[in-house]
């Protein structure tokens, strides 16, 4: 099966940052860098799988959502790479997402 590439929006980019930051200041560095894996190795499955998951049509056209750990990923598949547009947690992603 074709694995997809991978592209973070620079929404998704500093959401990614955000949580990071989030996550060292509210659990310590080592709590952390496990849940930064986390959603890395989540990546690799949008990437390897991005049907898997659900259509959120009625937040954003042409999206679809995964949730891994606390946050939902919203991303969309472009030809050949998924392309993550946030990484959210109880953001609305109607005023979050772009």
């Not at 799988?49 to 959502?65: E, Q």
């Not at 750990?69 to 992603?93: A, C, F, W």
Request: charged share 25%; with cysteine; proline share 3%.
């Amino acid at each position: 099966m074709t694995k997809y590439k991978l592209k973070l929006s620079k929404n998704a980019d500093q959401d990614l940052q955000n949580l990071y930051i989030e996550g060292f200041q509210q659990w310590g560095e080592t709590q952390a860098d496990k849940y930064f894996q986390e959603i890395i190795e989540h990546f690799d499955l949008l990437s390897a799988s991005p049907l898997l998951f659900a259509s959120v049509d009625h937040i954003r056209n042409g999206y679809r959502r995964s949730i891994c750990g606390s946050h939902s990923i919203y991303y969309r598949i472009q030809n050949d790479t998924v392309e993550v547009m946030g990484i959210l947690k109880r953001q609305n992603p109607v005023d979050h997402l772009p």
